[in-house]
């Protein structure tokens, strides 16, 4: 037939994309919201301190990006920045895992501590980092928010921990564990000594970092939406044999369960940190914080 001599011709053409081209994005110029899956500039959720502007979802901060928001610019002095950790129970291709996660995230630990200000009311702080396997609670972790804890007791300072964790590293098994005491401790001395210590529970706060040191605060506060607990849903639900709600663990239902204080905005929560400081006493006196507020 003459239509089998003259085949049809397509109108368009079609271009196969490069190998390499998706690689080539910049990374970080847009990201796609978890929750309502709007598509987001860089820039744009930077400037709501990567909180989604439509839905108000908390996208993960790192530990220098929350230091950034919440301290008096310049005024961070870190403490034992170079502390490692090591390899009690020789945990197979544990070296390998930390030293990929310290290559990644620049970090030599999952927390880093420190002195600072917020809106001029000196504070002792440290701050998780879910990149470093986790935020698990090793050795070092425990040892380095002991520490701080302690400067802040020789200071006079309070205290502002932000909790990010899976709970404790199974790599270094009882190690791990006893870093729960440890901090615990202390903190018994913080408390002995009249000075405050701020709980902020961000997304996942669980295992033992939940069952000791994030649940000890003198005020509790939590990032909406964050999962707060000790086990999770996988765990808890065979063994009760009961379907858990769908809000189970998330910082709302704690809060409406009375083991929170209030769940914060993370666009105020800087403000609100500096209200609470500046109404404490520390040493027998009330803070004067500035004129931020």
């Known amino acids: 037939m003459l239509k ?9 053409a079609t271009v196969a994309p490069h190998p390499g081209a998706r690689d080539k994005v910049p990374e970080g110029l847009i990201e796609k919201c978890k929750r309502c899956g709007q598509i987001l500039l860089g820039k744009e959720l930077e400037k709501h301190l990567k909180t989604c502007p439509h839905c108000g979802y908390h996208f993960t901060l790192t530990a220098p990006e929350r230091i950034q928001i919440t301290l008096d610019e310049g005024s961070f002095e870190e403490f034992d920045a170079d502390l490692t950790p090591g ?3 020789l945990f197979p291709d544990y070296p390998s895992r930390v030293a990929k996660a310290q290559e990644a995230t620049g970090l030599r630990q999952g927390v880093v501590t420190g002195r600072g200000a917020i ?14 396997i986790m935020g698990s609670m090793g050795s070092v972790v425990g040892e380095k928010l002991a520490r701080a804890v302690e400067a802040a007791v020789k200071f006079g300072l309070p205290v502002v ?14 190690f791990s564990l006893m870093q ?9 001395r913080l408390n002995e000594s009249g000075l405050l210590y701020i709980a902020v529970l961000t997304n996942p706060t669980t295992g033992g970092v939940t069952a000791s040191f994030a649940m000890q605060g003198d005020i509790h506060l939590a990032e909406p939406g964050a999962t707060i607990g000790f086990a999770g849903r996988r765990i808890i639900e065979p063994l009760i044999r009961q379907k858990l709600p769908d809000e189970f663990q998330t910082a709302e239902f704690v809060l409406e369960h009375g083991m929170l204080d209030q769940v914060v905005h993370r666009k105020d929560m800087r403000t609100l ?8 006493p520390q040493g027998g006196e ?5 004129t931020a507020l």
Not at 4 to 12: I, M, N, S, T
Not at 273 to 279: D, G, H, Q, R, Y
């Open 4 to 12: 089998d001599l003259f085949p049809k011709k397509k109108r368009y």
């Open 87 to 89: 390899d009690p129970l």
């Open 119 to 132: 809106c001029g009311c000196p504070v002792v702080v440290g701050v998780m980092d879910s990149r470093f």
């Open 161 to 174: 921990l932000f909790t990010v964790s899976g709970g404790a590293r199974m790599q270094e098994g009882i």
């Open 180 to 188: 729960m005491a440890k901090i615990s401790t202390a903190l018994a």
């Open 273 to 280: 940190l500096a209200t609470i400081l500046s109404l404490h």
């Open 286 to 290: 009330t803070v004067g914080c500035g």
